[in-house]
């Protein structure tokens, strides 16, 4: 995971995706993995991969507003409003409730 990490730093995309796969065979589970594989599709413009890597790390889990709301950038880039505005919402409300939690407003 952490050599992804580099390679991706270093621009080296294909490379980074290897390795963020090798991990993710090595620990199905990785959330982080399955996390920055869909942002490295993401950035590369693979919508639907980009969706798959994202939605597996909500199922382990994921929390991060910043997942829900490229989940809503891709349903949109695919032209489904309506799951795009659903993620957007979500995305929404975890923002809220992070804030809520960092300064212990509840």
Same mark, same amino acid.
């Given at each position: 995971f952490m050599l992804g990490n580099l390679y991706v730093q270093a621009g080296r995309m294909?490379?980074?995706e290897k390795a963020y796969k090798t991990a993710i065979e090595k620990y199905p589970d990785y959330l982080r993995a399955w996390r920055a594989l869909g942002l490295l599709y993401m950035a590369g413009?693979?919508?639907d991969n980009s969706l798959k890597a994202l939605t597996r790390s909500i199922q382990l889990g994921d929390s991060d507003p +910043?997942?829900?709301g490229q989940i809503g950038f891709s349903f949109y880039e695919k032209k489904e409003y309506l799951s795009a505005m659903a993620g957007g919402g979500v995305q929404a409300y975890n923002s809220r409730q992070?804030?809520?939690q960092h300064?212990? +407003?509840h």
């Open positions: 294909e490379d980074g413009d693979d919508i +910043l997942t829900f992070h804030v809520r300064y212990r +407003l």
